[in-house]
Nanobody, 123 residues
Framework: QVQLVESGGGSVQAGGSLRLSCAAS????????MGWFRQAPGKEREGVGS???????RYADSVKGRFTISQDNAENTLYLQMNNLKPEDTAMYYC?????????????????WGQGTQVTVSS
């Protein structure tokens, strides 16, 4: 089992920055991927970015060049640095993990989710 707890959300003006954190409980499972997702009111959840077991990062086109994912393995924490925030970034942000026993890994399959942290960007 893996528990994820997000923090760092808040309200900022457009152009501002926030850093989200996702603290993961220690587990005997292997973490194949960790990612950030967001969901705005009335919209479907969308992927923001991810980092996989090889260290490869991916980002949604809408956040490329503005958001950066990093992780502190010693602290078991995932970060999302968000710069130049826009009103359209307003959403609930969720951390997710693909964690399991050793398996043949063929892609991220998120099976653990945090409760979310709200980000509000005003114009």
């Amino acid at each position: 089992q893996v528990q994820l707890v997000e923090s760092g959300g808040g309200s900022v003006q457009a152009g501002g920055s926030l850093r989200l954190s996702c603290a993961a409980s220690r587990s005997t499972y292997i973490t194949y991927c960790m990612g950030w997702f967001r969901q705005a009111p009335g919209k479907e959840r969308e992927g923001v970015g991810s980092i996989d077991i090889t260290g490869n990062t991916r980002y949604a086109d809408s956040v490329k060049g503005r958001f950066t994912i990093s992780q502190d393995n010693a602290e078991n924490t995932l970060y999302l640095q968000m710069n130049n925030l826009k009103p359209e970034d307003t959403a609930m942000y969720y951390c997710a993990a693909d964690a399991s026993r050793l398996r043949v890994w063929s892609g991220c399959e998120y099976n653990y989710w945090g409760q979310g942290t709200q980000v509000t960007v005003s114009s």
